[in-house]
């Protein structure tokens, strides 16, 4: 009888072990869980304002729209436009940039891509289809055909402004300072630095 006792007690005993046991997984089981699903939270969280951070002040992907600077870039291109380099220089003559559309009406875009030709001090003119630049034809092997548009008298560029120009220059094929003038140096936001779509086409400019 005792034996029975000693066996029946030994049994309940197990079972409460078992009984605490599995609660106390189920429990420290929910709490991992939470916790892993915070800690993902907050990585998410910083990820998140991180590149926006980044989006914001140091570079950019955008994508080409229109053919204003065949043959260097050509529509559906992707872009990373580097934001930051203008915190530490201006704008260099044969640069590629991004800038706030300066044109109105029903054509106006939100950015353009377009070369930067003149800076501030430069005498830009363009003389039987040829640019020049203060007086001397200006080299230019990323085009593939003269200045189809009509040629005009000298002008010089403003302090704090910036001369630029597609490198498509058949007739009528970009809308650039040639039509709206030069561009404050405000409106550019950034220097095209790579084109990095399709990989085939991938290379730094």
């Known amino acids: 009888m005792n034996r ?3 066996e029946d007690f030994m049994r309940s005993r197990r079972q409460r072990y078992r009984s605490v046991t599995h609660n106390k997984s189920r429990q420290k ?3 991992t869980w939470i916790k892993d699903m915070r800690e993902w939270i907050i990585t998410a969280g910083i990820v998140f ?4 951070l980044l989006n914001i002040y140091v570079f ?8 204003s600077m065949q043959p260097t870039l050509y529509q ?7 934001k930051i380099a203008l915190s530490f220089g201006n704008p260099g003559r044969g640069e590629v940039v991004v800038l706030h559309d300066p044109s109105t009406g029903p054509s106006r875009k939100e950015y353009l891509v377009k070369r930067v030709i003149g800076i ?5 003119e363009v003389r039987n289809q040829q640019l020049y630049l203060n007086g001397k034809l200006l080299n230019e092997p990323y085009i593939d ?10 002008l010089t560029v403003q302090a704090g402004t910036y001369f630029v120009m597609g490198d498509n220059r058949h007739a009528g094929a970009s809308k650039d300072s040639r039509y709206f003038g030069a561009v404050a140096g405000e409106s550019i936001v950034g220097k095209v ?9 991938m290379k730094a400019l």
């Open 76 to 82: 559906g291109e992707k872009l990373i436009i580097n």
């Open 145 to 154: 055909t003269s200045i189809e548009d009509p040629d005009f008298s000298s």
């Open 120 to 124: 501030p001090g430069d005498i830009i």
């Open 4 to 6: 029975e006792l000693e």
């Open 49 to 52: 304002a991180v590149m926006s």
């Open 60 to 67: 950019n992907v955008s994508t080409v729209i229109g053919q």
């Open 29 to 31: 089981s929910g709490r």
């Open 193 to 201: 630095s790579l084109i990095w779509w399709p990989f085939s086409k």
